[in-house]
């Protein structure tokens, strides 16, 4: 019997998967919860135990026990059936020439007890000058590479380790013209870094002096990839479910700059913080701590509030879309290794309460660049602002939180926000009348679909219509204008089945039948009243059409009069005159008939 097979006798796929995802029973062999590969409120996720296989309603995801740890932890199938294997008790056997990175982790765990062994000297006293305990430099398996070009060389040959493994695992260095090996980490304190799952991917290297440069890491191997590495996470993601947000014993991540900044916040019990190794936070690390059930980061960098708020100006827009992310940092410029050496552990807890949330300094930031005191302002933070309140997902609470602050601070409407910016057509530039249409003191687009509501009813309305209104509503426009001529609800329909505005127009014909009323003799009745109210009723929602139109124009002008001449400021007060004249005359003949 082959591994793969082996290990499907040994291990039952609810097993597995159970260790990931809470299980309940959903039928005879099934079982269902909530999907680990992307956010759910009700489970659409089931294992069928029989056939061994999962399935995702929702997301679609589906496989295996062995396509489903690759995509959780992010493996390839080798080392998704080896970490199944190792589970199962079975023994898998590698292929002649097969290169793993098993190997990788077992030559990182060999020099990791060299590092161990050599700790005792100048290693040791600086970690305990930097106040660390035992413990904490036992938890961490912090070491030191001696000095010397062939220390860690030396004891590889003695232990049957090649030269080749060494170079494959970053751990020597080759001259290119002499072809000479030699170690690669020597006179630096180490700090071994383990991914999430806890294997031993690299190191990072310090010096104690002043040489250059100050730190280095492992070059990039089949096991070290610092864009998808954070270092503390093996330990930090034990309690990330456990506390809450905020708290100093876990949590929501606190993102940190090193690793003395990580282990010391550890030691202070500050159990969230993690590092990244000289990079930025990337979309591997997004897609990584969503699927660990991180919901929130605050990002504590030794900076000031200008370097901050550069942070999170900078922030790649997938990461906010998944987290909750706030900025901040340990007053008087200290990092927060150095704010819990000196005792100010008081200090690190009060700059994690405070900070800049990521979503109102977006917000915040567009209205000071641009203003908001005119449409063009506005317009420039809408577009400034829609690449992180463009996803609709109710589960994306910091989009909503973000629209919400839009409509707040422009006086939108949320319902012409969500419409804008669901449209398949959204163009690049909004005009001032679309601006003045989404405006929470407007309610052209209700008047508009209440229109389009009793031209469903009578479609001989149509022909009321002079054809010259402009229409904010871009589905009502075009259901208006391919609508001319037909001669009944069915016809109008027809015109668009299959199609977007199908849905509307069916939404629209139920309301504007009376439910009360479907019964053959009250549904005779109710006709017999159409053509009564009918033709009243859409001259008045023509005539508020109108009055909402001169009321557009009248707040256009007044938010452009304050940055007018003096001799401009004299026509526009005149053209004001004149439209609340009209307005007042469109009010009249609304009252008259």
Same mark, same amino acid.
């Given at each position: 019997?082959?591994?793969?097979?082996?290990?499907?006798?040994?291990?039952?796929?609810?097993?597995?998967?159970?260790?990931?995802?809470?299980?309940?029973?959903?039928?005879?062999?099934?079982?269902?919860?909530?999907?680990?590969?992307?956010?759910?409120?009700?489970?659409?996720?089931?294992?069928?135990?029989?056939?061994?296989?999962?399935?995702?309603?929702?997301?679609?995801?589906?496989?295996?026990?062995?396509?489903?740890?690759?995509?959780?932890?992010?493996l390839s199938f080798g080392d998704a059936l080896r970490k199944l294997a190792d589970k199962a008790g079975v023994t898998v056997?590698?292929?002649?020439?097969?290169?793993?990175?098993?190997?990788?982790?077992?030559? %990182?765990?060999?020099?990791?007890?060299? =590092? +161990?062994?050599?700790?005792?000297?100048? /290693? #040791?006293?600086?970690? $305990?000058? *930097?106040?660390?305990?035992?413990?904490?430099?036992?938890?961490?398996?912090?070491?030191?590479?001696?000095?010397?070009?062939?220390?860690?060389?030396?004891?590889?040959?003695?232990?049957?380790?090649?030269?080749?493994?060494?170079?494959?695992?970053?751990?020597?260095?080759?001259?290119?013209?002499?072809?000479?090996?030699?170690?690669?980490?020597?006179?630096?304190?180490?700090?071994?870094?383990?991914?999430?799952?806890?294997?031993?991917?690299?190191?990072?290297?310090?010096?104690?002096?002043?040489?250059?440069?100050?730190?280095? %890491?492992?070059?990039?191997?089949?096991? =070290? +990839?610092?864009?998808?590495?954070?270092? /503390? #996470?093996?330990?930090? $993601?034990? *309690?990330?479910?456990?506390?809450?947000?905020?708290?100093?014993?876990?949590?929501?991540?606190?993102?940190?700059?090193?690793?003395?900044?990580?282990?010391?916040?550890?030691?202070?019990?500050?159990?969230?913080?993690?590092?990244?190794?000289?990079?930025?936070?990337?979309?591997?690390?997004?897609?990584?701590?969503?699927?660990?059930?991180?919901?929130?980061?605050?990002?504590?960098?030794?900076?000031?509030?200008?370097?901050?708020?550069?942070?999170?100006?900078?922030?790649?827009?997938?990461?906010?879309?998944?987290?909750?992310?706030?900025?901040?940092?340990?007053?008087?410029?200290?990092?927060?290794?150095?704010?819990?050496?000196?005792?100010?552990?008081?200090?690190?807890?009060?700059?994690?309460?405070?900070?800049?949330?990521?979503?109102?300094?977006?917000?915040?930031?567009?209205?000071?660049?641009?203003?908001?005191?005119?449409?063009?302002?506005?317009?420039?933070?809408?577009?400034?602002?829609?690449?992180?309140?463009?996803?609709?997902?109710?589960?994306?609470?910091?989009?909503?939180?973000?629209?919400?602050?839009?409509?707040?601070?422009?006086?939108?409407?949320?319902?012409?926000?969500?419409?804008?910016?669901?449209?398949?057509?959204?163009?690049?530039?909004?005009?001032?009348?679309?601006?003045?249409?989404?405006?929470?003191?407007?309610?052209?687009?209700?008047?508009?679909?209440?229109?389009?509501?009793?031209?469903?009813?009578?479609?001989?309305?149509?022909?009321?219509?002079?054809?010259?209104?402009?229409?904010?509503?871009?589905?009502?426009?075009?259901?208006?204008?391919?609508?001319?001529?037909?001669?009944?609800?069915?016809?109008?329909?027809?015109?668009?089945?299959?199609?977007?505005?199908?849905?509307?127009?069916?939404?629209?014909?139920?309301?504007?039948?009376?439910?009360?009323?479907?019964?053959?003799?009250?549904?005779?009745?109710?006709?017999?009243?159409?053509?009564?109210?009918?033709?009243?009723?859409?001259?008045?929602?023509?005539?508020?059409?109108?009055?909402?139109?001169?009321?557009?124009?009248?707040?256009?002008?007044?938010?452009?009069?304050?940055?007018?001449?003096?001799?401009?400021?004299?026509?526009?007060?005149?053209?004001?005159?004149?439209?609340?004249?009209?307005?007042?005359?469109?009010?009249?003949?609304?009252?008259?008939?």
């Amino acid at each position: 019997m082959g591994s793969k097979e082996e290990v499907r006798e040994r291990i039952n796929i609810s097993d597995v998967i159970g260790e990931y995802v809470q299980l309940s029973p959903a039928g005879r062999g099934r079982l269902k919860g909530l999907c680990p590969f992307h956010k759910e409120k009700s489970p659409s996720f089931q294992v069928d135990v029989e056939q061994g296989y999962f399935y995702c309603f929702g997301c679609k995801a589906g496989g295996d026990m062995f396509s489903f740890v690759q995509r959780q932890e992010n493996l390839s199938f080798g080392d998704a059936l080896r970490k199944l294997a190792d589970k199962a008790g079975v023994t898998v056997e590698t292929r002649y020439g097969e290169k793993t990175s098993r190997d990788l982790y077992d030559v %990182n765990a060999f020099a990791l007890a060299y =590092f +161990r062994e050599n700790l005792s000297g100048p /290693g #040791l006293d600086y970690f $305990r000058r *930097r106040g660390l305990s035992d413990e904490t430099i036992e938890r961490f398996e912090l070491g030191y590479a001696p000095d010397g070009w062939d220390g860690l060389l030396k004891r590889a040959k003695a232990r049957g380790v090649n030269e080749r493994q060494l170079l494959d695992a970053g751990l020597m260095s080759e001259n290119v013209e002499s072809g000479r090996i030699y170690d690669r980490f020597r006179g630096r304190v180490m700090f071994p870094i383990r991914d999430h799952l806890g294997r031993l991917s690299g190191f990072g290297g310090r010096v104690l002096g002043d040489e250059k440069p100050k730190y280095l %890491n492992t070059p990039e191997t089949d096991a =070290f +990839r610092k864009g998808e590495l954070l270092y /503390g #996470l093996n330990l930090a $993601r034990e *309690r990330l479910k456990d506390t809450p947000s905020g708290s100093s014993n876990g949590g929501d991540l606190i993102v940190v700059e090193g690793y003395m900044d990580v282990i010391a916040m550890q030691q202070a019990g500050f159990t969230g913080a993690v590092a990244t190794l000289g990079t930025a936070l990337t979309a591997e690390h997004a897609t990584l701590l969503s699927r660990l059930g991180v919901a929130g980061l605050s990002l504590m960098f030794d900076r000031d509030e200008a370097g901050l708020k550069a942070t999170l100006s900078g922030l790649d827009q997938v990461l906010g879309a998944k987290f909750r992310v706030r900025a901040t940092s340990v007053p008087n410029g200290k990092d927060p290794a150095d704010a819990i050496m000196s005792g100010d552990i008081e200090a690190v807890r009060r700059a994690l309460a405070g900070g800049i949330d990521e979503i109102q300094y977006r917000v915040r930031a567009a209205a000071e660049s641009f203003g908001t005191d005119t449409q063009d302002g506005k317009r420039k933070v809408l577009m400034a602002l829609l690449p992180r309140m463009q996803n609709l997902d109710p589960l994306d609470e910091g989009a909503e939180q973000m629209r919400a602050h839009a409509c707040e601070l422009l006086g939108i409407r949320p319902a012409a926000l969500l419409d804008w910016i669901s449209s398949k057509a959204k163009r690049k530039t909004l005009s001032d009348t679309q601006m003045v249409g989404m405006s929470a003191s407007r309610g052209e687009e209700d008047h508009e679909l209440a229109l389009l509501r009793q031209i469903l009813v009578n479609p001989g309305l149509l022909a009321k219509l002079d054809g010259q209104t402009p229409w904010r509503n871009q589905m009502v426009g075009k259901v208006m204008l391919a609508a001319q001529g037909a001669s009944s609800p069915e016809a109008i329909l027809e015109l668009f089945r299959g199609q977007p505005e199908e849905q509307l127009l069916i939404r629209l014909l139920f309301e504007g039948r009376d439910p009360g009323t479907l019964s053959r003799a009250g549904n005779e009745a109710y006709e017999q009243k159409v053509q009564s109210y009918a033709a009243a009723a859409t001259d008045d929602i023509v005539v508020g059409l109108n009055i909402d139109s001169l009321r557009g124009e009248v707040d256009l002008l007044k938010s452009q009069i304050g940055t007018a001449q003096a001799a401009e400021q004299m026509v526009m007060l005149r053209q004001i005159s004149e439209l609340q004249r009209a307005i007042e005359a469109e009010k009249r003949s609304r009252r008259n008939n």
